[in-house]
T-cell receptor, first 115, second 114 residues
């Protein structure tokens, strides 16, 4: 079975600063996808970034980037130039390719962006 | 804009009641999912369906059942609600069995069982 671990239950960052959220996972498979989802107080889950395991290049979406270390089974999210609107729960998630897209989630990191 | 709609944002039910949580998607997606979200536990898969009338158990199916009579609708059923089923329930949909990543989530139903 696959597992996803987020070891930081809560984090805080000042506006305009950079913060990194950690995620590790465990699988014996080689073909999979990794995701970071954001859940603001509105509760709507929003896809932040997606990484395909076969791609060595780290995914980037504007201020959001990942550090994907396949051998170490690590998938951290870096948020640059943090904004108040980044305040949310962040979930790391994993799915094996071709498994009807069943996602396995981590326990989440609550990020607070302060002035 | 594609949508997954959950019929209730908040729901309060009594212990022993039969509870229906409804989810409708307008995207013609094949796969639909029900997750439960609890603090410190993240999201856990209850049931999923990859076709009409098809269903598979997820990681925590005990106490729940599902129904998918039409492609666009996926219902989660609590046959006899208990207080330990008080939680946030999230519905999601993805295009197909082989699609890995096109998740669209509903905005959740917060269920309280008293």
């Amino acid at each position: 079975a696959q597992t996803v671990t987020q070891s930081q239950p809560e984090m805080s960052v000042q506006e305009a600063e950079t913060v990194t959220l950690s995620c590790t996972y465990d699988t014996s498979e080689s073909n999979y996808y990794l995701f970071w989802y954001k859940q603001p107080p509105s509760r709507q889950m929003i896809l932040v970034i997606r990484q395909e395991a076969y791609k060595q290049q780290n995914a980037t979406e504007n201020r959001f980037s990942v550090n994907f270390q396949k051998a170490a089974k690590s998938f951290s999210l870096k948020i640059s130039d943090s904004q108040l609107g980044d305040t949310a729960m962040y979930f790391c998630a994993f799915t094996l390719t071709g498994t009807a897209s069943k996602l396995t989630f981590g326990t989440g990191t609550r990020l607070q962006v302060t002035l | 804009d594609v949508k997954v709609t959950q019929s209730s944002r908040y729901l309060v039910k009594r212990t022993g009641e039969k509870v229906f949580l409804e989810c409708v998607q307008d995207m013609d997606h094949e796969n639909m999912f029900w997750y439960r979200q609890d603090p410190g536990l993240g999201l856990r898969l209850i049931y999923f369906s990859y076709d009409v009338k098809m269903k598979e158990k997820g990681d925590i199916p005990e106490g729940y059942s599902v129904s998918r009579e039409k492609k666009e609708r996926f219902s989660l059923i609590l046959e006899s609600a208990s207080t330990n089923q008080t939680s946030m329930y999230l519905c999601a949909a993805t295009p197909s069995f082989w699609d890995s990543g096109g998740y669209t989530f509903g905005s959740g139903t917060r269920l309280t069982v008293v």
